[in-house]
């Protein structure tokens, strides 16, 4: 039983790295032509989708040009009743994309497993709106079998430029139980396979421009030298990243 959930997500995880190569390798590319000139990749989630945003963003081995766009609302730990209202309100994301400064062609990248909630229809929506070439990192095996939440009857996959498909099942959790008294599954998979595929982008683009002389990675700072390097690359960051500009 131990090895039933790790057997199941690796067969995942490879059949969708498979199944979504074309536009990995499409939007590794654009970026690769984005970040030099200065753009950034905005990151959006609601929900625990919102881990998406936090894990890209200002990590070791990972890249300076991620700005994340996010309301302390959508996140569980503010209370889960209180996060699922926010999800479900369409305007909850869009301040803080229009505080993020957007300009006309960057990317931004828009994590929900079901693609449902008006919050996250309504953000791509607004950057489509503004040029943002959006990305949605989805599962189509959930979204396709629910309606949209959203006033226009769309679904996230439906508005988005480009899908990434996550892949797993209609309800995230992979593993089905049969409980004493109801069928229950356990086993949620949309996180690993989400950032897994944005970190296989991820790594290409900033090995790629690191290679070309464009320095875009930060080095953990519990190494001798990886605050001062940080730093550095901190300082460029802050023109587009308020983050940046708060310590």
Not at 2 to 14: K, R, T
Not at 185 to 212: C, N
Request: glycine share 8%; with cysteine.
């Amino acid at each position: 039983m131990v090895s039933e959930f790790p057997q199941a997500v690796l067969a995942h995880l490879s059949q969708q790295l498979s199944a979504n190569e074309a536009v990995m390798t499409f939007i590794r590319d654009q970026l690769v032509q984005l970040v030099p000139s200065g753009g950034v990749l905005f990151a959006a989630g609601s929900g625990h989708s919102a881990l998406f945003a936090m894990e890209l963003y200002h990590r070791a081995g990972g890249p300076s040009f991620v700005v994340p766009v996010l309301d302390p609302s959508v996140l569980p730990i503010m209370g889960p009743s209180r996060a699922r209202a926010a999800e479900r309100q369409a305007k909850t994301l869009l301040g803080p994309l229009h505080a993020a400064r957007p300009k006309k062609g960057e990317m931004i990248w828009i994590s929900s497993q079901s693609g449902m909630n008006p919050a996250i229809v309504e953000l791509a929506v607004e950057a489509r709106r503004l040029g943002l070439v959006t990305v949605a990192f989805t599962s189509l095996a959930h979204s396709r079998s629910g309606k949209s939440r959203h006033a226009s009857g769309k679904r996230l996959f439906e508005v988005a430029d480009h899908v990434v498909d996550i892949g797993g099942v209609k309800g995230d959790a992979l593993i089905p139980v049969a409980g004493a008294s109801r069928q229950v599954a356990v086993g949620p998979f949309s996180t690993l396979s989400s950032l897994f595929l944005a970190h296989t982008i991820l790594a290409d683009v900033s090995a790629e421009l690191e290679r070309r002389g464009v320095h875009c990675t930060y080095t953990s700072v519990n190494t001798p030298d990886g605050e001062s390097q940080n730093r550095e690359l901190e300082k460029a960051a802050s023109v587009r990243d308020p983050r940046l500009t708060l310590e």
